[in-house]
């Protein structure tokens, strides 16, 4: 049984998370506080962590970059702040979703469930993904999920290793924002299909190349030439 911990400080909000998860079979560890959320989280096992942004003792975001430094599992952020800054910051930090309230509980049972089964892929099938992608001063080597940009490694969050493997793994193909999504993602974009443009853009800070290329209108695509 898959475990998940939620840390939540409005008990309403997170009794209908714990309600809709434990309906679905899943073992739910409620936290309302920030300082005993981020105990649990570092000293516990669980699969995936729901995590509110706001909380009164320490933020989302402290503790999502706490937990983020010895536990690869999925962090979906949950907060009433809808400004692109704030998704940025999350995402910087290693969060993997960002679900904005109010929302829907099923969309949020549908995100859990999809990033569930995505990194039980990545776990499951590292040593299918394929050959090293060598290209010019870039190298992305799916068996360690480790970059290269000339000779030095680069740290990417999950997702952004994710985005970055497909595109580069499609080379020269156009791809839509809800394209991507749906392929990173492994689920319907739900409208969020701009959660690709920030984790795109951190990439290209990363990697300070022009890989990836803008297709005005249309997408983004990963060119590789034959010189």
């Excluded at 898959?2 to 998860?21: C, F, T, W």
């Excluded at 003792?57 to 503790?63: C, F, L, T």
């Excluded at 060598?134 to 360690?144: E, G």
């Excluded at 999504?181 to 990439?203: A, I, K, R, Y």
Aim: glycine share 8%; charged share 30%.
């Amino acid at each position: 049984m898959k475990r998940i911990l939620v840390i939540e400080d409005e008990k309403g909000i997170a009794d209908i998370e714990r309600d809709y998860l434990e309906l679905e079979g899943y073992d739910v560890t409620v936290e309302n506080n920030g300082v005993a959320g981020l105990r649990r989280a570092q000293s516990e096992s669980f699969d995936l962590m729901i995590l509110d942004l706001m909380l009164p003792d320490i933020d989302g975001y402290e503790i999502c970059q706490k937990v983020r430094k010895d536990k690869d599992i999925p962090i979906l952020m949950v907060s009433a702040k809808t400004e692109k800054i704030d998704k940025l910051r999350g995402f910087g930090l290693g969060a993997d979703d960002y679900i904005t309230k109010p929302f829907d509980p099923a969309e949020l049972l549908a995100r859990v469930k999809a990033h569930l089964a995505r990194y039980e892929r990545i776990k499951g099938g590292r040593g299918d993904k394929g050959v090293d992608i060598v290209y010019r001063d870039l190298v992305i080597q799916p068996l360690s999920r480790r970059v290269m940009f000339k000779g030095e490694e680069v740290i990417l969050t999950a997702k952004e290793f994710d985005l970055l493997y497909f595109l580069a793994s499609n080379p020269n193909r156009v791809f839509s924002k809800d394209n991507i999504f749906q392929e990173v993602w492994g689920m319907p974009p739900f409208g969020d299909s701009g959660t690709v443009v920030v984790h795109l853009t951190h990439v290209r800070e990363k990697i300070p190349m022009d890989y990836i290329e803008t297709v005005r209108g249309i997408g983004y695509r990963f060119t590789m030439t034959n010189d």
